[in-house]
C-alpha cells in the first residue's frame, strides 16, 4: 500500500514546524484528516480552519469535503495575499 503524504505550504508549515509527512493509511476523507492535524496540533487545526486556506489533493483543489486514497498528495494552502 502507498503511504500518502500530507504538505503544508507557508504560514502553515512555520505554524507546524514541519513542512512533509508521511500518513499510512490515509484518513478516508478530507475532513477527517483536518480532524487528525487539529487533534494532533490544535493551534494548526485552527490555522487550517481559517478563512481562505484551500486544499489541493494530487495538485487539483479540492472544493469541499474528498475522499482520500492511499498515495494521495494532500497539500494545504495559506490564504493567498497579494494587491
Given at each position: ?63 469541499g ?9 494532500i ?9
Open positions: 500500500m502507498k503511504m500518502s503524504k500530507v504538505v503544508l505550504l507557508g504560514r502553515l508549515r512555520d505554524i507546524a514546524g514541519w513542512r512533509e509527512r508521511a500518513l499510512d493509511p490515509p484518513p478516508a476523507t478530507l475532513a477527517a484528516l483536518r480532524d487528525l492535524l487539529s487533534s494532533e496540533d490544535p493551534v494548526l487545526g485552527e490555522a487550517l480552519a481559517g478563512r481562505g486556506v484551500q486544499a489541493a489533493v494530487n495538485k487539483a483543489l479540492a472544493r469535503d474528498v475522499a482520500l486514497q492511499p498515495g494521495d498528495e497539500a494545504f494552502l495559506p490564504p493567498m495575499s497579494g494587491g
